[in-house]
Structures are given as structure tokens and as C-alpha cells.
């Protein structure tokens, strides 16, 4: 998710309850639920490290324990007051678990069980920016300080109403994944019941669209193509609607370019490849090869993209990685 998301669930929690365990707790609370994304430092060694190594240990259980313990060693830095190290060391495990949870729940999913497997867990449900959870979270985030302006203005007790509120942004969040996962359930079920231009389904995924629930974004493989689906799970479906991309004929240049260490880092993320081979005028005789991830675009429109050009000896003599399609300056 995004850091909105997980900066205002570190605060809720506070706000429900965890506060009163330590006085430092909602600056190590916001902390913890943002710290496995620290990992962000690794753009700077490029995109395609920085493909590789997000959401790697840092979003893992085995580093779970020590990213936890980073959030609490900074706050005890900037405080003179006293610390209770096993109060906030505990708060800042919940943290942490809260944000390993919630990308848990989108499409670009989590690595749980690194060092040990690098095997991808996403639930597919949420976007990784969620506009409904947006509107709830602000709404809870804006909700004590109206309350307060009302209570002024009437005369009434001065009580704070952040923890109900608080309450209610972490049992919505709760619900509305709850929800999600019962309209995914539905949209993969229905995709998996069709046949495609006469084939059986090999493996089906549904993507939540970006604003409605009910909007789904099919992904359907079988032996020669891909099917991309846009429906509602309200709607009659029809498998005939879907954009059908076929997969690239094996050959010697598409092997060229998938034994480069790019295709192999890009392979290891991507979950849905797809691959088009196109020949160049310049330099003679070489080829194009591209591989995208159809989670996240389309040949008619690319995001996370792996390039390789192989010469006419069947070299690959460039390869990169971008995220926009674009080739990285």
C-alpha cells in the first residue's frame, strides 16, 4: 500500500489503544507501519535493483523482528524521557505486521518466507492506492478535529473522539478487505468457468479495478494467448470482449535475450509475462525483445518493461529494465 495508508493505520492503532503503553508510541507506531519500505534506497542503485530488492527482507518474516526494532532504536535517539524498551519494541512489532498485511492484500504482493523461498503472496484484492480506503482513512484523520469544532461550538464535553474514530478506520479497513476478498473470489470464479476462443483456462487472474468494487480486471492464460477481460461482477460476462495477446513464438533471439541477467531478475517478479519480438533496421539483423508483466500494462500501453536487443549473431547486446516502458536515462 501506500504511505498514506500505512502512516494512518500506525496512528490508529495508537489512537485505539496502543498509545498508552508508551509515551512515545504514536512516533514510533507511524514509524514501524512505514519502515519496510525503506527498502526505497535501493532505487538509487537503478530500477531493475530496485525491482529486485523491494518488498524483499524487510518485507519478509525472518526480517520482520529486526525492522521493528529500527523505528524503536530512532525514537529512543530524539528522547530524554523515559523509554519502556519492552512496551515499544512490542507496539512496533504490530506496526510493522500491519504493513506486511496490507500489501499483503494488493497485486504487487509480498515475499513472506525470504531468505528461505522467493515465492510472491498477493491476495489481489486492493490497489496499492485504494481510493475508497483513502476517503475513510481522511475522513477518520479530519473526523476528531470537526468533533471538537462542534463540541465548542454547543457547550458540550471536551472528551476527544480520536479513539472512535480510530476504531472505525481499522474495523472498515478490515471489513472492506473482508469484501474484497468475496467479490474476488467471485470475479475468479467466473473467469475460470469460460472457454476463450475454444480453450481451456490454464490459469485465471482477477485485478481490482481503480475506483469500483465491482470492476475487475481479468487476466486469463492458456496454451497460445493471453485474455485480458474488463467486467463487473454485476454483469453478464462475456469471455468473447476480451483483448486477446498471443505469446511469442520460441526462438533463437527470444532465448538470447532471456538468459541476460535483466530477464532473469525481471522473471523472478513478474507473474503474468507476456513477450514480443520485433526486427530492427539499425543494427543490421538485430531484434528487439520486450517482456512485460500484464498485471501492471498491455503491449498497447507498457509498464514494467524488459529490453534486450540481440544482434544478428544472437547476442543480446544491451538489456535494461523500466518501470514506464521507457528506457531509463
Not at 53 to 72: E, F, I, Q
Request: glycine fraction near 8%.
Amino acid at each position: 500500500m501506500d504511505p498514506l495508508t500505512h502512516s494512518a493505520t500506525g496512528l490508529f492503532l495508537g489512537r485505539a489503544g496502543l498509545n498508552r503503553f508508551c509515551e512515545q508510541a504514536p512516533w514510533i507506531l507511524v514509524l514501524a507501519a512505514n519502515a519496510p519500505d525503506i527498502d526505497i534506497v535501493t532505487l538509487f542503485g537503478g530500477q531493475l535493483n530496485y525491482l529486485h530488492y523491494h518488498r524483499h527482507l524487510t518485507h519478509s518474516l525472518a526480517g520482520w523482528p529486526v525492522v521493528a526494532l529500527l523505528p524503536v532504536l530512532a525514537v529512543r535517539l530524539f528522547t530524554r524521557k523515559p523509554f519502556r524498551w519492552l512496551a515499544s519494541y512490542g507496539i512496533s512489532l504490530l506496526a510493522v505486521l500491519s504493513h506486511l498485511l496490507l500489501d499483503y492484500t494488493n497485486v504487487y504482493g509480498v515475499r513472506f518466507l525470504l531468505p528461505f523461498s522467493a515465492r510472491w503472496f498477493h491476495l489481489d484484492i486492493t490497489n496499492v492506492v485504494d481510493l475508497w480506503i483513502w476517503a475513510v482513512l481522511l475522513l477518520a484523520l479530519a473526523g476528531p478535529a470537526l468533533a471538537r469544532l462542534v463540541s465548542a461550538e454547543i457547550g458540550a464535553g471536551s472528551k476527544s473522539p480520536g479513539r472512535g474514530f480510530a476504531v472505525f478506520a481499522l474495523l472498515f479497513l478490515l471489513l472492506y478487505d473482508a469484501g474484497r476478498g468475496v467479490l474476488h473470489a467471485r470475479a475468479a470464479a467466473t473467469l475460470d468457468a469460460r472457454l476463450y476462443a475454444g480453450l481451456v483456462p490454464g490459469r485465471v487472474a482477477a485485478l481490482p479495478g481503480p475506483v469500483n468494487p465491482l470492476a475487475w480486471r481479468g487476466l486469463v492464460e492458456t496454451a497460445e494467448f493471453y485474455s485480458v477481460q474488463d467486467f463487473s461482477v454485476m454483469e453478464e460476462f462475456d469471455p468473447a470482449r476480451g483483448t486477446l495477446i498471443y505469446k511469442a513464438e520460441p526462438g533463437p533471439a527470444l532465448s538470447a535475450a532471456n538468459g541476460t541477467a535483466v530477464f532473469r531478475d525481471f522473471f523472478a517478479f513478474a507473474q503474468y509475462p507476456v513477450e514480443q519480438v520485433q526486427a530492427l533496421p539499425e543494427p543490421a539483423g538485430a531484434t528487439r525483445v520486450e517482456a512485460l508483466d500484464l498485471r501492471f500494462g498491455t503491449p498497447a500501453h507498457p509498464a514494467f518493461v524488459a529490453t534486450a536487443i540481440v544482434s544478428d549473431r544472437l547476442q543480446a547486446i544491451d538489456s535494461w529494465f523500466s518501470f514506464s516502458g521507457a528506457r531509463p536515462h
